[in-house]
């Protein structure tokens, strides 16, 4: 089992910067890729950023390259979205998640993830 707990969502003005965080705990090793995905109200789930453990290669939603940055710190665990010049469609419930190394791959699905943060609120005003 795999707990992850999220931190660092806000309200900004729309420009701003904002970093989240999402400290992982337990089969650690057990983690082939994380990701993030974020859900608005009346809208479905979807992905943001995913990154591999091993390699950190990572992949991006075009609505958010070359503004967002997906990072990880191996040694403590967490991994991190920093969020530049943010936009008011950025609002949403932000959620990291972790796919087991059992995984066939790492596509930014909902269904292929294993275990989910509680989510962060991200609030972008204009």
């Known amino acids: 089992q795999v707990q992850l707990v999220q931190s660092g969502g806000g309200s900004v003005q729309a420009g701003g910067s904002l970093r989240l965080s999402c400290a992982a705990a337990?089969?650690?090793?057990?983690?082939?890729?994380m990701a993030w995905f974020r859900q608005a109200p009346g809208q479905e789930r979807e992905g943001v950023a995913r990154?591999?453990?091993?390699?950190?290669?990572?992949y991006y939603h075009d609505s958010v390259k070359g503004r967002f940055t997906i990072s990880r710190d191996n040694a403590k665990n967490t991994l991190y979205l920093q969020m530049n010049d943010l936009k008011p469609d950025d609002t949403a419930m932000y959620f990291c998640?972790?796919?087991?190394?059992?995984?066939?791959?790492?596509?930014?699905?909902?269904?292929?993830?294993?275990?989910w943060g509680q989510g962060t609120q991200v609030t972008v005003s204009s």
């Open positions: 990154m591999y453990t091993g390699s950190g290669s990572s």
């Open positions: 337990g089969d650690t090793d057990s983690i082939l890729c």
């Open positions: 998640a972790a796919q087991a190394s059992n995984g066939i791959s790492c596509d930014l699905e909902e269904a292929r993830f294993d275990y």
